[in-house]
């Protein structure tokens, strides 16, 4: 029977910091593949992230198929901000939620991840990371710091990370982001410069997919994902409306599940996805497909009649 088989496989999925996100689900579904599975966290979710698990109160969502629990390898602090520990300023380093963290930076992670498990720890690498400081800002409002924090932490981290971890993999390695339609269309209160930042992200795919498809042999992949009511996308202020919204106008109209994403997610760093790179999967129920929306009302349920 073909499957997608993953054992063997260690993965990095950066960006989990509870069990209500894309990041989650994908590590879940990876784990589910065979997968080992280690995670990053920020600094200041970190010590939260391990108390959930400790106490218990991710079981629910931890528990697998086959009744056993999704066990991390690995939780590493990382704030993707910063490339190098030297680049982060005092007055984070001296945090007192960073400062007994070790070295949180992109490039502290790869030197870890080679401590713990040799030259060659890495097969997937997932980037579940985004952060708008300034996103229920129209753009006209945004500032430069804004603008400049969303596009270094939601799409040049992409980069750092393929930079330091692709010459950690082994054949066969893989990157996957996460992206959104707000990279292609105008998403009324998605500032800040995050659509700005997830239409980078996309472009760095197809460039990075190139540079390091020749240098290194790995792959690189994004998926556009519809929107999901985690916790991080309530930060928008507009998550329930576009939920409602896409439901109301995709070809598919069953509400989408996390679930969905992370088995996307697991066909695209798997060998049977071998032949693809420098793509962006909509993994939205089609809503990227239609141009004229089907409701009659933002938001209120009602359809024009057929």
């Known amino acids: 029977m073909l499957k997608i088989d993953l054992a063997g496989r260690r993965a990095l999925v950066a960006g989990v910091a509870d069990d209500g996100g894309f990041g989650f689900a994908i590590a879940k579904t990876l784990a589910e593949a065979g997968a080992k599975v280690c995670v990053g966290t920020w600094p200041p979710a970190f010590g939260i992230l391990q108390t959930l698990l400790r106490r218990g109160k991710l079981d629910a969502s931890r528990k697998l198929s086959d009744g056993s629990m999704l066990e991390f390898e690995k939780i590493y602090p990382l704030d993707a901000a ?23 930076s992109i490039a502290g992670l790869a030197a870890q991840l080679k401590i713990d498990f040799g030259d060659r720890p890495l097969d997937i690498v997932v980037h579940a990371l985004a952060n708008g400081p300034e996103v229920k800002k129209p753009l006209l409002e945004t500032s430069r710091a804004g603008y400049l924090d969303a596009i270094g932490v939601s799409a040049y981290s992409m ?23 707000a990279s292609e269309r105008v998403i009324p209160g998605y500032g800040g410069g995050m659509s700005s930042a997830k239409a ?21 992949n994004t998926i556009s994902a519809g929107p999901w009511a985690s916790r991080a996308a309530s930060a928008t202020g507009i998550i329930d409306a576009m939920v409602e919204y896409a439901a109301h106008n995709s070809p598919l109209t069953d509400p989408m599940s996390a679930e969905e994403v992370g088995n996307a997610a697991a066909f695209l760093v798997s060998p049977l996805a071998s032949g693809i790179t420098g793509t962006t999967l909509y993994v939205d129920k089609g ?19 057929e």
């Open 82 to 104: 910063f490339d190098t520990l030297d680049g982060a300023p005092a007055e984070v380093r001296e945090n007192k939620r960073y400062r007994e963290t070790g070295d949180f």
């Open 159 to 181: 980069v750092s990370m393929v930079a330091r971890f692709a010459p950690l993999m082994n054949e066969g390695g893989t990157f996957l982001s996460l992206t959104y339609m």
């Open 200 to 220: 980078a992200l996309e472009s760095d795919t197809r460039v990075l997919a190139y540079e390091a498809g020749r240098k290194y042999g790995v792959r690189v």
């Open 287 to 305: 809503y990227h497909a239609m141009g004229k929306a089907t409701a009659a009302r933002f938001g209120t349920g009602a359809a024009d009649p």
